[in-house]
């Protein structure tokens, strides 16, 4: 992307973002773009033909409403991987990619060595509406700048379930009503009953 300030895109990728649901309710509104402006997207691929079709539906909404384009390119999460990592070294990114896939130390380490846009001011606008886990899990060091910064834009977020077989349970002799409320506690109680 060249002759476009990359703050300006930035700003409308989270336009594109937030009009595509993505960040809905973040009370983002559309920056003002030159009309024709391309965006560089890369994006991890869904599972299903319907969420791609889906993704390219509110793609194409948002250049209609725009009139700018977005160049997307939609990868499977390990292609994508290897694509951002490629572009990070050699210094050719595009303007928006999704890195929730990528492995833990590609954001951080490229933070570290100031290779990532700091989002800080674009953040900031939504910081209210995000929790704390949230905003802490897209914030990271910066070692040139010497100080932490915003090198991602949370967006969603996920919670891990922890099934429980009721009748092993009391196949070891417990009662799962006498299951504690709180993690640690949790966890505790199902030391003995593992080792039944």
Do not use: C
Request: aromatic share 10%.
């Amino acid at each position: 992307m060249r002759g476009v300030v990359r703050r300006d895109v930035l700003k409308g990728s989270l336009g594109f973002m937030a009009a595509s649901g993505l960040l809905a309710g973040s009370g983002l509104s559309r920056p003002a773009l030159a009309a024709g402006t391309t965006l560089t997207v890369w994006w991890n691929q869904g599972l299903y033909p319907a969420e791609v079709a889906a993704f390219r539906s509110l793609i194409a909404a948002w250049e209609k409403s725009t009139g700018n384009h977005v160049d997307l390119t939609l990868l499977p999460g390990r292609a994508l991987n290897e694509k951002i990592i490629s572009a990070l070294t050699s210094g050719e990114v595009p303007d928006l990619m999704y890195a929730d896939n990528a492995p833990a130390q590609i954001v951080p380490q490229n933070a570290w060595h100031d290779k990532l846009l700091d989002l800080t001011d674009v953040v900031e606008t939504q910081k209210s509406e995000l929790s704390p886990t949230a905003l802490q899990s897209a914030q990271f060091y910066n070692a040139e700048k010497k100080q932490r910064g915003f090198y991602g834009v949370p967006f969603k977020g996920a919670t891990l379930n922890i099934p429980v077989w009721k009748s092993l349970v009391e196949k070891a002799g417990y009662k799962v009503s006498d299951m504690p409320k709180n993690w640690d506690a949790f966890f505790d109680f199902f030391k003995p009953v593992r080792d039944k």
